[in-house]
């Protein structure tokens, strides 16, 4: 029998994409979809409602609040969690692949380095994710291409983690929490898009890109040398 899956789709003013991005998803793969509104000052919240997610509200902003927030909403027996954004970047058809990969792992990430479109993924994007990826390997011994948000995990696998992170160091605390547990971790070549509507909360300006690239450094550093 197919696992109960749930997708978790956290969403910061998507009021122009999150509607297509919820008409493209396998609804036959998916027992629950949430869609937590983080905040917004559109209107996220009612066209994920119309396009049939569940709606969680997190009005305390950051990306991992937001998650953490749709993690504590999971149904009684989903037993495989997804993560994905709301701006219609990631493509829904590689989900079915992405939760086919757990038959053999615990995590899977789907990485967008290969399958990016032509500017979709920001330079500055591109040398932090190599910069990050380096690190993880030569500290942790962590082999990957990406950061990517787009995943899915075993849920008894997420709850031995015990998610902390907030906000932009929630995808690299996964990565390197993984590690240390000893999952089973794959990653996957994925589709990645131009968002379709709004504005990128990183990549979309200096200071959003400069402060994820920090968070995402000092929890490469923290884990390291502590505990």
């Given amino acids: 029998m197919p696992p109960k899956v749930a997708l978790i789709i956290p969403a910061l003013d998507e009021e ?5 991005t919820l008409e493209g998803l396998p609804r036959e793969t998916l027992a629950q979809i949430i869609v937590v509104d983080n905040g917004s000052h559109d209107r996220t919240a009612e066209q994920a409602r119309l396009g049939g997610a569940q709606v969680i509200l997190e009005p305390r ?14 149904d009684r027996g989903v037993e495989v969690v997804t993560f994905m954004d709301a701006d219609s970047s990631d493509d829904p058809a590689d989900l079915p692949r992405l939760v086919a990969a757990l038959d053999q792992a615990d995590m899977a990430i789907g990485s967008r380095v290969h399958g ?12 932090g994710n190599r910069l990050a990826t380096f690190l993880l390997s030569i500290l942790y011994g962590a082999r990957c291409t990406d950061l990517g948000p787009f995943r899915a995990i075993r849920r008894d696998a997420l709850e031995r983690l015990s998610m902390r992170d907030l ?4 995808t690299i605390e996964m990565q390197i929490k993984a590690r240390r547990a000893n999952l089973r ?9 131009r968002r379709r509507g709004g504005r990128s ?17 000092w929890t490469i550093l923290r884990y390291r040398f502590s505990d």
């Fill in 116 to 127: 990016a479109e032509a500017g979709a993924l920001a330079p500055m994007q591109r040398a």
């Fill in 185 to 193: 971790v794959v990653e996957l070549p994925v589709a990645y898009r």
């Fill in 16 to 20: 122009a994409a999150i509607r297509g």
């Fill in 201 to 217: 909360k990183v990549s979309g300006s200096l200071r959003g890109s400069i402060l994820a690239g920090a968070k995402i450094l």
């Fill in 167 to 170: 906000n932009f160091g929630w």
């Fill in 61 to 74: 902003r950051g990306y991992g609040r937001a998650c953490l927030a749709g993690i504590a909403a999971l």
